[in-house]
């Protein structure tokens, strides 16, 4: 163990030593290291197996681009599968599995897919797997998931956080290579606020990876004295780790941060990753460029990999090649790496340059106007076949093959918010093109400056540019280093056509024949292709694939590259977890949970809760013995039935609505009258919307001339407040109203059975509960409990005669305490949802149930409500002659045979119809066993439901495969003269 | 005061505030924060309304507050404000703002309508980055936004450089508390 | 997304809730029966431009202000914002 060989240089702290285990094998690395560098200097080229094929991989790229070297990290609850090797930064036992192979990475059985080869092309799936269909789900997906796929979750929660976060900047620089470096110190110096994030965990970009850029210093020379000056600048913020992935409308980016991705595992409180939105004025793309390989048979092997790679492994983390090296190429790029490798000291043994007028090596064979024509070597690369100029064919011995097709400018951030890119014949790439907007800018190789010294001197214009625009005065610093100044000479080659594989896709295992045959197949379109042969939908979204894909089809059809054009560009530009979106938005923080007042006390009291909306609320309150939920349901009941019963109805909206033209206003919001409202008492209220259909219920309260409580039910609080502003602020603006939310302010109890009254007026400060001078409706503000401000309302949702009441917030749980402790001669007995709801169901009330956004006043019942004196909102069209002729109203069902339930969401049928949607005459809306009556009761719509009283329909309920027969009656199950709520 | 028999509950639901320290910030519940929602009725004056009041009326995004700190303003929408009343929020504090107020407003008690948390330490930035998406460098001393803070819609009020108070839907209270504590948390890793 | 507020500056998209085509402002004030033909065109009847669109926002999670917004459907470029308060008095919607 000793870190593996190295060569001298590089940027890896070699004092230091990190021991990590991949594959339960142990090896030693140094601080600087990734994943990749150091398993290569270990002599670990193999790290992968294919998707679909099995095929052994080594790591293609040294970058977030690669497609190969897929590992899982960490072990437990831990494990993340398919981390890139190339951007996994190395630290003190880190453990790495490869995956996608059984029992071995060097013996994988599954390999036998590769053999099968020739019958799993593109469209494979789609042509065999089609029948029986059955199948499908449970013999033909499993399989094919099982032998193919990437890495395994662990299944387990994960142990660690995710945070979000906002930033806020005059200007972004998204990439800390030569451009965005010189962008940031412009800017910073400048005094702008300034972000520069960059994926690596070392500032640089190509500089680190690169020998001779800068005339007389080395590139991480230069950009350590950077580092020092940007950490004395407050107004630079300098996010390393941090890959931005996604450009958003109006200059807002994400940006994901891998704040404790290269520790073993987070110091405490500390997330794994940062989700961060980013908000720009200006933004500054300086995110580089990617090399792309050229397809030819074999270019798969294990030691295959991009040239430039090659070159950032030697020169960056001085990793030797374990054997002579060759270089395939097509630019002068490539002629680079020949010389950095050469000047190493590494043995180069050749160089294939597919361009006749080749440039001559430095102490390497240059095979010009020759290709790679074959690979050889099973595990590892042993040797290329090359075919010369001359069409000889020489097998040069090598281990390591690196490829250079040109360089692709990642423009993928400048297109996120649409357009498409220009294609440049002379650099034979794509770049960010016209429809870049207008608060981004592009400089470096990004835009297609490859040169360092354009890279510099271009970020520091764009970056004056941008800030000139936010009247910021931006000098270009006149420190910039002397930089090299190559132009790009390449003859564009995307495959060597020939027998054998040759892969465009690595990681989905799409090769040049799959395109051919999708060509075939009639896929016209990139989109087509895409999908047909999935070909860039892999995690590294073709970061190394797409053009060479693209220029395959366009060869196919005989048309250009930008007549072929590209497919669209979408965030994230990188592969982001789930968990870093969820952020802090799990468990206790999934979403608002709001309490109400008797929370705690209800907690005491052992009862059970039920979410609605975002309200926890008492379901109901089991007591000891009860072993059913029923039992406890029927004794609230009958409690509210036979003597008082106390439910907290806080979750109620109430709005405070006051001003001169109060009662105007809220006359053209109710389709009933409100104006005629006297003071001191409260009215029932329906709400159409516009289009006629029934929105929300509640009571109105008028506590003044000019001032009304209404309330609205516990689901709608917020949309009924938005539209009443609506209609304050964009409908009626001449009208004198203000409005407030009260619903919180407010701690609000139903007190409700024959007893209230008794029970109210044991709290109450002398106030005259009489049905003369406080009648069924009436409402006023009042003293209780020796002071304390009160609202009183005799309003009744169960039948009974009921009040609510209700103090400050505070107050609540003491009132609820009080209510229970004065109460217990007179058998108070605290109810919840459940028994609110059968309460409401034998009293025939509507509900969320029922007010389901579908129904009308006149189906539930209420069309003689809609005034036709006023213009209410929806009044006139809940006239329109279709809802008019709707017969469906609310009814009352009991079961003929006492023993059936009725389900709810059950349809409705004439006995001896047909069960089908012709036939269908409404359904159950709610249902409920009615401990009064003894038996289930239900309410539902149901089609002339007025003449069917009395008659028997069939219930039916396909989903369980049951049915039964009901009897139609009234909805009012239990005292239609309301004798019982007015005393 | 009101002589009431009745023991009120801060908005996390005890019988006194809670405060937490996270390393150089602390986190505490201001439960005796007295509320009053304000707003101008058709015709009426800021300007006159101030004067009645001796309270200036701040304007968008603005909160101010009466010399003796015994009263401030916080802007909430055109003419409206939520005015604040340390120390009383067992009080009446609506019928006593009515009372001075005069004819022309619209007033309505809020008081429990608003859980308040008051957050101090050296530098608000790194705690406001992780709240929402309001730009730290608009919220100075005298601001006060309202905005969304973890799909919930809170008032940020700015008192000093270094002493931020949230106020939350109060039902919420124990959602927004959990949310700034983690928050905190955070903040001094 | 960020919409310029005419009061408040800058905020975020998710401050905001979205409702729809401005025209919603122009509400027949009908009575009569015989007007539905106008509530129904009201109610359904939307153009769906690609260009510039005035649309409906409220901000709900600040100062409770219905703005709009003027938006370029293409680029969701915002052109502008406005109180729709101020645009219905402007209209005339002063009753």
Known sequence: MSGGARLAGGLIERERRLRFTFDGQVFEGHPGDTLASALLANGKVLMGRSFKYHRPRGPFSAGSEEPNALVTLRTGARAEPNTRATTAELYEGLEARSQNRWPSLALDLMAVNDLLAPFLGAGFYYKTFMWPRAFWEKLYEPLIRRAAGLGRLSSQPDPDAYESAWLHCDLLVVGAGPAGLAAALTAARSGARVVLADEDFRLGGRLLAERGNLADRTGPDWVGSLEDEFERLPNLRVLRRTTVFGAFDHGVWGALERVADHLAEPLPDMPRQRLLRIVARRTLICTGATERPMAFAGNDRPGVMLASALRAYANRWAVPPPGPVAIFTNNDDGHRTAADLSALGCQVAGVIDMRPQAPQGAGYEVFAGAHVRATRGRLALRAIEVETAGGRIVSLPCRMLGISGGWNPNIQLSLHRGGRPAWSDELAAFLPGTATPADMRVAGAASGDFSTRAALTGGAAIARAALSELGIAAETPDDLPEAEDAHVRITPCWHVPGKGRAFVDLQHDVTVKDIGLAHAENMRSVEHLKRYTTLGMATDQGRTSGVIGLAVMAELAGRSIPETGTTTFRPPYGPVAIGAFAGDARGPGFRPVRLAPSQAWAVEQGAVFVEAGQWMRAQYFPRPGETHWRESVDREVLAVRSSVGLCDVTTLGKIDVQGADAAAFLDRIYCNAMASLKVGRSRYGLMLREDGHAMDDGTAARLAEDHFVVTTTTANAGPVFRHLEFARQCLWPGLDVQLVSTTDAWAQIAVAGPGSRALIARVIDGFDLSDEAFPFMACASLRICGGLRARLFRISFSGELAYEIAVPARFGDALMRRLMSVGADLGVTPYGTEALGVLRIEKGHAAGNELNGQTTAQMLGLGRMVSTRKAAIGAVMSRRPGLLAETRVQVGLVPVDPADTLPGGAHLFAEGAPRDMRNDLGWISSSAHSPHLGHAIALAFLEGGAERMGQTVIVANPLEGAEMRARVVSPHFIDPEGVRLRG | ?189 | MRIPHPLLGLRDLREFTYLGDAALIDRPEATADEDKAALNAHVFLRDNPAGTHRELWYHEYGDRSWLVVTRDTRTHEILGAELARDVALAAGRDR
């Open chain 2, 1 to 189: 005061m009101a002589d009431t028999a009745l023991t009120p509950l801060t908005a996390l639901g005890h019988t006194a505030p809670m405060t937490s320290t996270f390393g150089a910030y602390s986190l505490s519940e201001i439960a005796d924060l007295g509320l009053a929602s304000l707003a101008l009725r058709r015709g009426g004056s800021a300007e006159a309304l101030a004067e009645r009041l001796g309270l200036a009326l701040p304007g968008p995004g603005l909160w101010a507050g009466t010399q003796d700190g015994t009263l401030s303003a916080i802007w909430t929408g055109p003419d409206q404000w939520l005015v604040e009343f340390p120390g009383r929020a067992c009080e009446d504090v609506a019928g006593d703002l009515a009372a001075r107020a005069g004819s022309g407003v619209s007033i309505t008690e809020q008081t429990g309508a608003f859980a308040a948390f008051r957050i101090d330490g050296p530098s608000l930035e790194p705690v406001l980055e992780r709240l929402g998406p309001i730009d730290p460098v608009a919220v100075r001393p005298g601001t006060a936004h309202r905005t969304i803070v973890h799909h919930l819609g809170c008032i940020l009020a700015c008192r000093s450089e270094n002493r931020l108070d949230v106020l939350g839907p109060g039902s919420a209270a124990a959602f927004v508390h959990h949310a700034l504590e983690l928050t905190l948390r955070r903040v001094v890793v």
